[in-house]
């Protein structure tokens, strides 16, 4: 196995599409590296280049300490796993294992070596005499993990494995492509547009859009400290809250304005993000978390509070999703306005026109009680808020 590198990697396509931009990633020996975006966003052209499927326009790429833009596909060692499994209908289990191994003129013992070690650590010890027509959609996806894994290459490239499996397949598949790549070590570089995806495979998760990359962090710091509008909006399910709010002093206490309503802002928020100070009294963008927002009647009284008209409650069983509306402006900056695109609403209106970007979404216990229409208190815990510059979307620290 091998480290991947990727220093100032660009793509530029015969027709002027840059659809990746001066890309910087470092893939350790063993690590399985997520890369993440909407469509569009360059990720399948990154994973292409380094698997010598696309010619690289700037930049250099190195496997294993080796520089490797101009050394062809074959010759680079490397396994890639599709979203269609392209196994072999008229050859059994065994053979499509096998079946790499046996155009490179692997010797026969090694050849049955290397596929049994391959089907036991795969689960698939006992179906290597199936066709693929009897196997399970997972089952057949081990068997294209299987032929990659068995040529014990350099690293794995990934592109949507899993988008033709159903849900619960999916989630079944995730958690063993999760076991399968640490167990053996293999330095794994997973495409995916499914942040949820994303978050439970990755070691490290790196967003990109419009072939630049945004942020490269654990998934947990993903989620904690988003550099900017767009990571915080993309990453997470609901996604986050954006507003345009005003943090300001009144009697020795800051608050929080956002519409005509005033929150008071836990003192944990402005040791955690200090620079939110040269913020006071002009408008800034407010990210909250659908999770970090409660029904007041569930939390102590003196939390900081929001009005806001319940449009819709989602009961989803363990949580409550509820669609609120609250009187407040929404956020536009360029992020801003593609997540508003996005949602389906007018991303033409000028800044602080109030585009209707005041619908909130957040998670309530099940046992809350409210209902739709109903004007309710949301509790938002302050100290978890994000606060992000409105002009660049950089996130305030
Ligand atoms: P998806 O998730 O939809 O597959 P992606 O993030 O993998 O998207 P890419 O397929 O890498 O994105 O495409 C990045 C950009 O490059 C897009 O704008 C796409 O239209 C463009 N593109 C891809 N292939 C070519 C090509 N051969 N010529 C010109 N532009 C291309």
Same mark, same amino acid.
């Given at each position: ?5 990727? #220093? ?8 002027? !599409? ?7 990633? #470092?893939?350790? +020996? ?9 469509? %569009?966003? %360059? ?10 499927? =696309? ?9 294993? @300490? ?56 795969? @689960? ?34 990934? +592109? =949507? ?23 053996? @070590? ?13 978050? !439970? ?34 990453? @997470? ?91 407040? #402006? ?15 609403? #007018? ?10 970007? !005041? ?17 309710? =208190? ?20």
């Amino acid at each position: 196995m091998a480290e991947v590198r990727l #220093d100032e990697v660009s793509k530029v396509y015969a027709d002027g !599409t840059r659809a990746v931009d001066g890309l910087s990633l #470092d893939i350790a +020996d063993g690590e399985l590296l997520v890369l993440v975006g909407p469509s %569009g966003c %360059g990720k399948t052209t990154a994973l292409r280049m380094v698997a010598g499927l =696309e010619d690289i326009s700037e930049g250099v790429l190195s496997i294993g @300490g080796r520089v490797v833009n101009r050394v062809p596909a074959r010759d680079r060692d490397i396994a890639m796993v599709f979203q269609s499994y392209a196994l072999y209908p008229h050859l059994d289990v065994y053979d499509n294992i096998a079946f790499g191994l046996k155009l490179r003129k692997v010797p026969r013992a090694e050849i049955e070596r290397r596929v049994a070690a391959t089907g036991a650590a795969l @689960g698939l010890k006992d179906h290597l005499r199936r066709r693929p027509r009897a196997l399970s959609g997972g089952q057949r996806q081990r068997v294209a993990m299987g032929r990659a894994i068995v040529r014990e290459p350099q690293a794995f490239l990934m +592109d =949507e494995p899993l988008s033709n499996l159903d849900a619960k397949l999916r989630v079944q598949m995730r958690a063993e492509i999760a076991r399968i790549t640490r167990q053996l @070590g293999v330095t794994t570089i997973y495409v995916t547009h499914d942040q949820t995806e994303a978050m !439970t495979l990755g070691d490290r998760v790196a967003v990109m859009k419009k072939g630049v990359l945004q942020q490269v962090a654990s998934p947990q710091e993903l989620y904690d400290q988003p550099v900017n509008v767009f990571v915080a909006g993309f990453i @997470g399910s609901p996604a986050m809250n954006l507003v345009t709010g005003v943090f300001t002093t009144s009697a020795e206490q800051v608050v929080l304005r956002i519409g005509d309503q005033c929150l008071r802002v836990d003192p944990a928020l402005l040791q955690a993000r200090p620079g939110v100070r040269a913020y006071f009294d002009r408008p800034v963008a407010v990210g909250i978390r659908p999770e970090d927002m409660q029904d007041m009647s569930l939390v102590p009284r003196d939390s900081a509070m929001l009005y806001a008209t319940v449009d819709l409650v989602e009961a989803l069983g363990s949580d409550l999703l509820v669609h609120l509306r609250i009187a407040a #402006d929404g956020v536009v900056t360029d992020d801003t306005r593609e997540l508003a695109r996005d949602a389906g609403l #007018d991303p033409a209106a000028p800044a602080g026109s109030g585009v209707p970007l !005041t619908e909130f979404v957040a998670r309530f216990s099940p046992r809350s009680r409210i209902r739709k229409d109903e004007l309710v =208190e949301v509790a938002v815990d302050t100290a978890r808020l994000h606060v992000f510059d409105l002009d660049t979307g950089r996130s305030i620290l």
